[in-house]
């Protein structure tokens, strides 16, 4: 049995639940510490009433016009169904016991970073690279509706190689069916369905990420 943290929605959003990408100082979850727990994923993902924290790594390089994010097309065979052959801004995972015993810092969250950046790229930039974005809360799909996710961006200046080498490294790893650089400015005009590479699509995450971080 596999059991992940979780926080009952009406704790994390005393009102209504706001929706899309909401800038760092909209959610303390320091506050909302005391109510996170672990609990079994085949059930939380399930249950709307319940939101999995996710921590969702956008990855990038250069600054202004020179900034790129590094995409990724999703395998078809995807663990989470849900999500198969649509492309994304994002890698991360779900908080498990291992990442750390405790739940009531932000230590937790960027352990739990640093281990699904390691597993998915292979990438170890250091916890010095992250830079909280924001977050994401969508309703709009099945998946995205029982999780929330807190955004980072990691910058990936300072680790040798160029970017070819760093494609492919990431992938060889088990995730991405493939991945390339993508210039930050015109990540905007590909978020229509079909408009993405190959004719492909973003996932809701990645559109909500892409218009917080890089306007569009």
């Known amino acids: 049995m596999r059991v992940i943290l979780v926080v009952e929605r009406c704790h994390l959003f005393p009102g209504l639940s706001p929706q899309g990408f909401l800038p760092p100082g909209s959610i303390d979850l320091e506050a909302i510490a005391p109510r996170l727990f ?3 994923r085949d ?3 399930q249950s709307s009433h319940f939101k999995q924290i996710i921590p969702y790594l956008v990855l990038t390089r250069g600054e202004g016009a020179d900034a790129r994010v590094l995409c ?3 395998r078809t065979k995807h663990t989470e169904a849900r999500l198969g052959g649509l492309w994304s801004v994002g890698f991360g995972g779900h908080i498990e016991p291992e990442d750390g015993a405790d739940r009531r810092s932000a230590a937790l969250l960027e352990a739990t ?3 699904e950046m390691e597993e998915e790229t292979g990438l170890k930039p ?3 690279a992250l830079r909280l974005a924001g977050y994401i809360n969508s309703d709009a799909q099945d998946v995205s509706s029982v999780h929330f996710g807190v955004v980072y961006q ?3 200046d300072a680790l040798p190689g160029t970017d070819e ?5 990431v992938s060889a790893q088990a995730e991405p069916h493939q991945a390339r650089w993508i210039a930050a400015g015109a990540l905007p005009s590909l978020l229509a369905t079909g408009a993405g590479p190959d004719g492909g699509s973003f996932e809701d995450w990645s559109q909500l990420a892409v218009r917080g971080m890089f306007g569009g």
Not at 165 to 169: G, K, M, R
């Open 126 to 128: 250091g916890a010095g």
């Open 38 to 40: 672990f609990a079994e």
């Open 154 to 156: 990691v910058a990936l």
């Open 72 to 74: 990724y097309q999703r």
């Open 113 to 115: 970073a640093l281990r």
């Open 43 to 45: 059930y939380m993902e």
């Open 165 to 169: 080498e760093l494609i492919a490294l």
